[in-house]
């Protein structure tokens, strides 16, 4: 590796360099212990370059971890906080989150609020999807971290929503399976490559897409 991978600017090439190496390396323990260490290493600095974003993440949890009620709610803030700030390299030539990136973090974190917990939690959900995506667009702010914020705060969200609320196992189980196969296809494709796949689109298209509409709706219907 010619350039060390904590120097790489571009987030995909990092990605690329670390699975690569954890590939030529067979997947034995002592790869995958290097793959982490370097992936950590990369995420420390990078968090470091970005004071500003940091300091955004900090306060938006912060807020969140404050006003969190619940079983849970506070080692969930707790765990977003954490993933966030170890995925700042993922802005790439930004500084600082954008609007949209606000607007996605505060919906993987629904769970933690009243709302969250209200009938109308899943058409809320919708709702935010629908305006980070449009705002980025709209803004320009697009990057590889509001893209996996986004892809993982459905999965938290939709995920609990079913696992905490939805009575039938046949919705659970669909749900479920729209949700975690492709995450862990595209993990699985990604190692054994030593390359990231890239995600499937349109984003309509996905079997998810459709799962979030059924179970937001069954969940206003139940009251």
Do not use: C
Request: proline residues 5%; without cysteine.
């Amino acid at each position: 590796m010619s350039v060390p991978v904590w120097e790489l600017t571009d987030s995909r090439a990092a990605t690329d360099a670390l699975l690569e190496m954890l590939r030529g390396g067979r997947w034995r323990p002592g790869a995958v212990g290097r793959f982490l260490l370097l992936a950590a290493h990369r995420s420390v600095r990078q968090a470091v370059r970005r004071p500003f974003a940091f300091a955004q993440v900090g306060a938006l949890h912060g807020l969140l971890f404050t006003s969190a009620r619940g079983p849970g709610s506070k080692t969930w803030v707790a765990t977003s906080w954490n993933l966030n700030v170890l995925h700042l390299g993922l802005l790439e030539n930004r500084d600082r989150l954008s609007e949209a990136d606000v607007i996605t973090l505060l919906r993987g974190n629904l769970p933690t609020t009243a709302l969250g917990h209200s009938r109308w939690s899943g058409l809320l959900a919708i709702a935010l999807d629908l305006a980070d995506g449009r705002l980025a667009r709209r803004q320009g702010t697009m990057s590889p971290f509001g893209d996996y914020a986004d892809s993982l705060a459905d999965a938290a969200f939709w995920t609990w929503l079913v696992v905490r609320h939805e009575p039938s196992r046949t919705v659970r189980a669909a749900a479920l399976a729209a949700w975690m196969v492709p995450v862990v296809a595209v993990t699985a494709v990604g190692v054994r490559r030593g390359s990231m796949p890239d995600r499937p689109r349109p984003a309509l298209l996905r079997p998810a897409a459709a799962m979030q509409v059924v179970v937001a709706a069954r969940h206003v219907l139940r009251g």
